[in-house]
């Protein structure tokens, strides 16, 4: 009898205690949350500003950094052989112009003896080469005149729109070659542009936003990782095809940039909203277990802990939506679960406490 006795005491020694937890209600809430995507600001109108005409520097007519208007002189090349070749040009017209008159005069003259036969037929015949060798001249000279006209206006380099000119590459009397030496950049600001790389799977989710989307649709994250930008944005354009070495499509948004914020050549984070933002089943992230690039949790039943495996969506703060795996109401446990393992006993109390230890009864 005392051997039974022992017997049937040694698994009560041996059971394990229930594990405290603590544990939160899986709630359905109106989840909103953005995609996120490496982007770059780049300018809508990028110009580099180079001479068409060979020359020195004579003029530099703006501060570096300023925005400048459309048409207003930035530099001016040595002008004084380009206005003597326009003149030059001009003086050309004028004597060909001379030179038609006389021969328009000569022809009507021996036209009119012609008709009266007092002329050989020879004599009329030249004269109307020359009248058309005239006009042929004059023609000539009214190109050379365009020409050296044209010349002589890109001695003097003006801003082709409205935008903020960078640092010049050039200073006074400096020399300068046609099509070839940099002289400055000049960038449009507002709007400006954002290009982020999409994989080609998306494609057809950013046509469809590119027809319709709202204000909230698109957001920006700048540099610091922290500021969110405080205007919103649209799809100005969607590159013509995919990368065949990336499998990724270029798409460009436009924002407003009234005030100067974003600068070409930024890189910043632009958010877009996910399609699937709404009522969401919600956790706190911390109830999360992760193991081999899979995702679980422990469900408290009554006083038994249940691994449930769960397929997650993105973050909401210090929440996470779930997309399968758990239904609204049950409680998932939040602390306590690394002491448990499946179908493991729990109780409702201090996780921090160590498993088997029971507060003792006051007065005794």
Do not use: W
């Not at 051997?3 to 909103?32: F, I, R, Y």
């Not at 023609?139 to 801003?159: G, N, W």
């Not at 940099?182 to 590119?210: A, C, K, M, W």
Request: charged share 20%; glycine share 8%.
């Amino acid at each position: 009898m005392a051997l039974a006795s022992c017997v049937k005491k040694k698994p009560a020694s041996t059971a394990l205690p229930p594990t405290p937890v603590n544990v939160a209600e899986v709630q359905k809430q109106n989840a909103v949350y953005y995609d996120e995507y490496q982007g770059t600001v780049v300018a809508l109108n990028k110009v580099e500003l180079r001479s068409q005409v060979a020359g020195y520097i004579t003029g530099i007519y703006f501060k570096e950094g300023d925005v400048v208007q459309q048409g207003k002189e930035l530099y001016e090349i040595d002008r004084r052989k380009y206005v003597a070749a326009y003149n030059q040009a001009q003086a050309s017209l004028a004597s060909a112009q001379a030179n038609l008159v006389k021969a328009q005069k000569d022809m009507d003259r021996y036209t009119y003896l012609a008709q009266q036969d007092a002329i050989a037929r020879q004599t009329v015949d030249q004269a109307a080469a020359s009248l058309e060798t005239s006009k042929a001249a004059v023609e000539s000279a009214k190109a050379q005149v365009a020409s050296a006209k044209t010349d002589l206006s890109y001695s003097m380099i003006t801003a082709p729109f409205t935008g903020r000119i960078g640092i010049s590459q050039v200073k006074l009397g400096a020399q300068v070659s046609p099509g070839t030496t940099l002289l400055n950049t000049i960038s449009s600001e507002h709007p400006i542009g954002v290009d982020f790389v999409v994989n080609e799977q998306d494609v057809n989710r950013f046509y469809t936003l590119q027809k319709k989307s709202t204000d909230s649709t698109f957001k920006l994250q700048l540099s610091d990782g922290v500021t969110t930008y405080k205007k919103t944005g649209r799809i100005l354009a969607i590159d013509r095809g995919v990368n065949n070495q990336t499998g990724t499509v270029t798409v460009r948004a436009e924002f407003p940039n009234t005030d100067d914020v974003l600068k070409d050549g930024m890189s910043c984070v632009v958010k877009v909203l996910n399609e699937q933002s709404g009522q969401q089943l919600v956790i706190p992230y911390k109830a999360v277990i992760e193991q081999m690039g899979e995702f679980f949790v422990f469900v408290s039943q009554d006083t038994i802990g249940k691994q449930h495996k769960v397929t997650l969506g993105p973050k909401v703060g210090t929440n996470v939506v779930v997309l399968s795996g758990v239904n609204e109401g049950d409680k998932v446990i939040t602390e306590g679960f690394q002491r448990l393992r499946d179908g493991g006993k729990i109780v409702l109390g201090n996780p921090n406490a160590q498993p088997g230890a029971q507060s003792q009864p006051k007065g005794k």
